[in-house]
């Protein structure tokens, strides 16, 4: 019989494409994706770590499947389906869910998630112990080479995973793993395997885009992050390198990106954005904080002065729009700290602005620092922030 695949995405557009090519994998081998949980022989649950209401959330989610297993035949454990929890938190909570939860019964870490159909149909071919595979290494290209879209005008095309910048308050690095580039020439197929399938807008993804620098004749080993400059050396493929590629492909109407971090986003990007037909005149430039001390302490390599700037650079080149992402009440974030922050909404007026309130995250750097800052203070300050973004919105 069919076997039915049901899968939830938790987290950001990563995820999302993730799921995506997960379902195309599944798609291709005969199943059926369900949106009826009960009918499932495979459910999925894919992940997100960067704050705890997130991880709150999939485990509340994987606690209720339980009941949905319990009113299958208990008698008839074949019948029972296979209940992965996968992305980013297999490798933050994955070992400890393992023992909360028998139910589920396969974990896989976002760097190995192109291995979960094989782990299921072996479970599901009788294969009675668990699964756990937490590693992190480079995907198998063919991860991404499945026609399924969720989207038909629209795709997401990753460029790189993991992250090798450690921002202190993130666990980025530590779930998905160091940074990892995509061969551009992988990248460029899956962009016009997306308009064979009559698809124009192209979003391209990767925690932070800059960092993208390909080394040609060089077996990628570890990290090399550049100051983002457009480089004279022929062997380096950079980010701007990739744009200008893509920006050549007949069919595609419009590109954009995410996310740029304001240390290596470099004028040359804003050039190629304002002479480019196809790239979209909007940046998401995160700026997290607007105080210079709180920015050290977040290990982000910039001051509020250099991010200001930056952004009069790409208001004056691209004449474009801009949106950012902000956290409040990182540790020791005074009063002072918060007013630049606020300061930074006022003068930049962003489109729009995801404002979060800190979220200690194990093993990241800052959670060595004590989370002095009150919950209501922390509630205080984002509720501030969030009433003078929408005013501000509403102006742009
Ligand atoms: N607490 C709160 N917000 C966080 N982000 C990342 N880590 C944390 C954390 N520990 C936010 C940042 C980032 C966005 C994706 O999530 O603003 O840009
Ligand atoms: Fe996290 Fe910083 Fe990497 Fe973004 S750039 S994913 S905030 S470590």
Redesign the pocket.
């Known amino acids: 019989m069919t076997k039915r695949v049901f899968i939830r995405t938790l987290g ?1 557009q990563m995820n999302d494409r993730d799921s995506e090519a997960l379902v195309g994998i599944f798609l291709d081998k005969g199943y059926i994706l369900t949106e009826d949980i009960n009918q499932a022989d495979v459910i999925l649950v894919n992940t997100c770590s ?2 705890k209401h997130a991880e709150d959330r999939a485990i509340s989610f994987l606690g209720s499947i339980r009941k949905v297993i319990e009113s299958r035949s208990p008698k008839n454990n074949s019948l029972l389906p296979i209940v992965g929890l996968i992305g980013c938190m297999a490798r933050s909570r994955g070992e400890e869910i393992f023992k909360k939860m028998p139910h589920v019964n396969l974990i896989c870490s976002s760097a190995m998630l192109y291995k979960v159909p094989e782990y299921a149909e072996k479970i599901l071919k009788g294969y009675k112990e668990r699964i756990i595979d937490l590693e992190d290494s480079k995907r198998e290209e063919w991860f991404y080479h499945s026609h399924f879209r969720f989207d038909k005008n629209h795709a997401y095309v990753v460029i790189s995973t993991g992250c090798s910048n450690y ?1 202190s ?4 690095p530590y779930v998905r793993g160091e940074l990892r580039l995509r061969d551009p020439q992988d990248i460029i197929e899956e962009v016009k395997r997306n308009i064979s399938l009559g698809i124009k807008k192209i979003t391209l993804l990767g925690q932070n885009v800059n960092d993208y620098h390909y080394l040609y004749g060089d077996n990628y080993s570890g990290v090399r992050i550049f100051a983002g400059e457009e480089t004279k050396n022929k062997n380096i493929f950079s980010f701007i390198d990739l744009l200008k590629e893509l920006d050549k492909i007949d069919g595609i109407e419009e590109i954009d990106f995410i ?1 740029s971090h304001p240390k290596n986003t470099s004028r040359d990007l804003f050039y190629l954005m304002a002479n480019s037909e196809k790239i979209k005149k909007h940046l998401h430039l ?1 700026f ?1 904080s607007g105080s210079d001390r709180i920015l050290k302490l977040m290990n982000r390599g910039y001051t509020k002065e250099k991010y200001i700037s930056l952004v009069e650079d790409f208001k004056m080149i691209v004449k474009g729009t801009l949106s950012t ?3 409040v009440g990182f540790p020791t974030e005074t009063e002072e700290d918060f007013l630049h922050t606020k300061d930074i909404l006022e003068k930049v007026k962003f489109k729009y602005a ?1 404002i ?6 194990q093993n ?1 750097e ?1 959670a060595k620092l004590e989370d002095d800052v009150s919950k209501d203070e922390k509630e205080r300050r984002h509720r501030i922030l969030l009433e003078l973004q929408k005013r501000l919105s509403l102006s742009i």
């Open positions: 950001c960067v704050r921002c308050y993130c666990v980025v996310t995160p997290q992402d902000v956290i995801y979060f309130k800190y979220s200690l995250r990241t800052a």
